[in-house]
């Protein structure tokens, strides 16, 4: 069992930065930041694959980057230009590789608040 721990949420005004980090117990090469504002679905915000590309939700495309050390197990999640609309929990994934491929998510953290006010 792969235990995911996240930290770096926080409140923030409009137009800052926040970095989530996350510190897996396990190496996985599939890893992810989802997020879930009250009343609205969960959404995958950010992914990197095991050959190291990287994908991201339109909504925040050139204002966040993820990152992973695979040395240390730990993912990031580089949040700029925070918009209210940004406000969530935001939840660290893994998942396990098949081959170049990512099997579906089934590791979770237990979240970190990201608040931006306006």
């Known amino acids: 069992q792969v235990q995911l721990v996240e930290s770096g949420g926080g409140s923030v005004q409009a137009g800052g930065s926040l970095r989530l980090s996350c510190v897996a117990s396990?190496?996985?090469?599939?890893m992810g930041w989802f997020r879930q504002a009250p009343g609205k679905e969960r959404e995958e915000v950010a992914g990197?694959?095991?050959?190291?590309?990287?994908s991201y939700a339109d909504s925040v495309k050139g204002r966040f980057t993820i990152s992973k050390d695979s040395n240390t197990n730990i993912l990031w999640l580089q949040m700029n230009s925070l918009k209210p609309e940004d406000t969530a929990m935001y939840y660290c994934?893994?998942?396990?590789?098949?081959?170049?491929?990512?099997?579906?998510?089934?590791?979770w953290g237990q979240g970190t608040q990201v608040t931006v006010s306006s």
């Open positions: 990197v694959k095991r050959d190291g590309s990287t």
């Open positions: 994934a893994a998942a396990d590789a098949l081959g170049p491929f990512c099997r579906k998510y089934t590791y």
């Open positions: 396990e190496r996985r090469y599939c």
